[in-house]
C-alpha cells in the first residue's frame, strides 16, 4: 500500500519562507494534498494538486511536485505566527471509488519571532 | 452550513465500557470516513463509507463498529474500549471532489 513520509519538526523565523518536504511511494497516486491543523482543531484543507501538474500556487503557498522522485514540497513564502500547526501530505490513489487518503505523519511547523 | 459536526467532544471511559461516536455532516456527500490520530502517527482510517448502507474496513478496523443508516449519519462505536483506543477521534466527508472535508475531533480517554 501507499506509504507518506515527512519530517516531524520544522522551525522557521517569521518572515521567512517556509519548505515542509514529502515523499510518498505509490506512483499511481492521482491526488495529492496538504493539510493544516491548528491546535484542538480538525484538519483544514490547505491546496492540493492533481499528478499531471508540476506546480500549484495560491497566495503564499506553493506546491511543488516531482513526480519521477515521488516528492512534494509546500512552500510557505513570508511565514507568519499563525501559519504555526502540524502540516500534513496526504495521497489518494486508484483504490476504487473509495478515494481513501494515505496520510504522513505530519510536520509541526514553530514560527518564532 | 455546519460542515461536518461530531459528538461529543471530549469522553472519559472506564475499561470495558461501550461508547458510540456520532458524526453528521449537511453537505450530502456520499462518502464519510472515520480516523484515529495519535502523536506521531499522522491519521489512521478505522472505517469508511461509499453511500448510505455500505460500510467498509479501513487500516485499524479492529474493536470498533460503524453504521450507516442515513446518509448524513456516520456512527462509530466501541462495545468494550481498551486502553489502547485512547486517541483523538476524526471524522470526514467527501464529495464529487476528492478533497475531504474534516470535523473538529473526539477526545478520547480509557482509563
Known amino acids: 500500500g501507499e506509504d507518506v513520509e515527512q519530517s516531524l519538526f520544522l522551525s522557521v523565523r517569521e518572515g521567512d519562507s517556509s519548505v515542509i518536504n514529502c515523499t510518498y511511494t505509490?506512483?499511481?497516486?492521482?491526488?495529492l494534498y496538504w493539510y493544516k491543523q491548528e491546535p484542538g482543531a480538525g484538519l483544514q484543507l490547505l491546496t492540493y494538486?492533481?499528478?499531471?501538474?508540476d506546480m500549484k500556487q495560491d497566495q503564499r503557498l506553493t506546491v511543488l511536485l516531482n513526480k519521477k522522485d515521488k516528492h512534494l514540497s509546500l512552500r510557505i513564502a513570508d511565514t507568519q505566527t499563525g501559519d504555526s500547526a502540524i502540516y500534513f501530505c496526504a495521497a489518494t490513489g486508484l483504490s476504487g471509488s473509495a478515494r481513501q487518503l494515505t496520510f504522513g505523519s505530519g510536520t509541526q511547523l514553530t514560527v518564532l519571532p | 452550513n455546519a460542515g461536518v459536526t461530531q459528538t461529543p467532544k471530549f469522553r472519559v471511559l472506564k475499561t470495558g465500557q461501550s461508547m458510540t461516536l456520532l458524526c453528521a455532516q449537511d453537505?450530502?456527500?456520499?462518502?464519510m470516513y472515520w480516523y484515529r490520530q495519535d502523536p506521531g502517527m499522522g491519521l489512521r482510517l478505522i472505517h469508511y463509507s461509499v453511500g448510505e448502507g455500505t460500510t467498509a474496513k479501513g487500516e485499524v478496523p479492529d474493536g470498533y463498529n460503524v453504521s450507516r443508516l442515513k446518509k448524513q449519519n456516520f456512527l462509530l462505536g466501541l462495545e468494550s474500549a481498551a486502553p489502547s483506543q485512547t486517541s483523538v477521534y476524526f471524522c470526514?466527508?467527501?464529495?464529487?471532489?476528492?478533497?475531504?472535508?474534516f470535523g473538529p475531533g473526539t477526545r478520547l480517554t480509557v482509563t
Open positions: 494538486i492533481f499528478s499531471n501538474m
Open positions: 453537505m450530502n456527500h456520499e462518502y
Open positions: 505509490d506512483s499511481s497516486s492521482t491526488y
Open positions: 470526514a466527508s467527501s464529495g464529487g471532489q476528492n478533497e475531504q472535508y
